[in-house]
């Protein structure tokens, strides 16, 4: 199935894509291979999911400030391409945790992407390697970053 009609189906409507806070580019095409950069939870009014997991966000918070930070993704891929349906797989996807150091439910707080990933492009296409990292920071106290490659069609 299409993953423009996933997203119709879903009901999810796409933010703007973020745009970049330092010297990078949010996506890279090598080939036929798109590197997404680390995205954060970018709410609709250009603030930020701010916290850390253990101490002051629990794993239902951390799972919606991931999922969050996919829209964003979705968003950065979309408009780069054109359209969701020139990907053609996610490959690697690698999340972040800003987390307390007896907080051991990165994988958990990450599902919030993954999911969304696996429900926009199907459970094969949508779902890849992944590695859910804790961490004690990132960049403006944000809760999550999360970086992607896909396999597109160019």
Do not use: W
Request: aromatic share 4%; glycine share 12%; net charge neutral.
């Amino acid at each position: 199935m299409s993953a423009e009609v996933k997203l119709k189906e879903l009901g999810i409507e796409l933010p703007t894509p973020p745009k970049p806070v330092g010297v990078y580019k949010p996506i890279v095409i090598a080939g036929n291979m798109a590197y997404l950069s680390g995205h954060g939870p970018l709410k609709p009014n250009k603030s930020l999911i701010t916290g850390r997991l253990g101490l002051d966000m629990d794993v239902e918070a951390g799972y919606d400030a991931a999922r969050l930070t996919g829209l964003g993704m979705l968003a950065t891929l979309k408009t780069h391409l054109g359209s969701l349906d020139k990907v053609t797989r996610l490959v690697k996807l690698l999340g972040l945790v800003r987390c307390t150091d007896g907080f051991d439910k990165q994988p958990a707080v990450i599902n919030g992407c993954s999911e969304l990933f696996r429900d926009v492009f199907g459970e094969d296409a949508g779902v890849a390697a992944r590695s859910a990292l804790g961490t004690n920071a990132l960049p403006g106290g944000i809760a999550v970053e999360i970086e992607a490659i896909f396999e597109v069609q160019v």
